[in-house]
């Protein structure tokens, strides 16, 4: 038999990587990420009797940190919070339960499909992707690196991120394309 402290550090590692994920989706603050992963995790132990362990851990983990990213927003301002309203949350939340049901152990191999799909972009396109969710960069910040418009930054931006959601949705969910 698992105690709870055993299941909350085997539930912790499962998904930590998916909870940083969530939060750097929404805020580029490194430290403050690590910050609300810490208090989302610290939060979670404190309310692990809550917990229906007959529903899947990882929404409820994120619940929790989006509601600590939503309280963060309110406390440091929009500035500094990208993304960040209830119906953003839920639609990034919905992306990370599609990505759980790609095939692999951890979150890491559930990763492989975004890097399958990001290889198919092709160069500028990809770069635009990588400078902005990667970097942090706004588009003409990416634009000056890039030597390119900024009209065309924000284009590439549009359909990097429409190829990624087909090829996504492709490779999680065939037979809903097809």
Request: aromatic fraction near 6%; glycine fraction near 8%; include cysteine.
């Amino acid at each position: 038999m698992v105690d709870a402290r055993d299941l909350f550090e085997i539930l912790t590692r499962q998904h930590i990587d998916s909870v940083r994920a969530f939060l750097l989706s929404s805020l580029r603050d490194g430290v403050a990420v690590e910050d609300l992963v810490q208090e989302t995790f610290l939060t979670a132990w404190k309310i692990l009797d809550r917990y229906d362990r007959q529903l899947p851990f990882g929404p409820w983990v994120r619940g929790i940190a989006g509601k600590l990213l939503l309280n963060h927003r309110r406390r440091h301002g929009r500035s500094r919070v990208h993304y960040c309203d209830e119906e953003v949350l839920t639609g990034l939340d919905d992306g990370f339960r599609m990505l759980e049901s790609a095939p692999g152990d951890t979150f890491d191999d559930q990763l492989d499909v975004l890097r399958e799909c990001l290889a198919r972009l092709e160069g500028s396109q990809r770069e635009s992707i990588r400078l902005h969710y990667e970097h942090g960069l706004h588009c003409k910040e990416i634009a000056a690196r890039l030597g390119i418009g900024f009209e065309a930054v924000k284009k590439h931006l549009q359909r990097g991120r429409a190829v990624l959601h087909r090829c996504m949705r492709q490779k999680l969910d065939p037979a809903e394309v097809a």
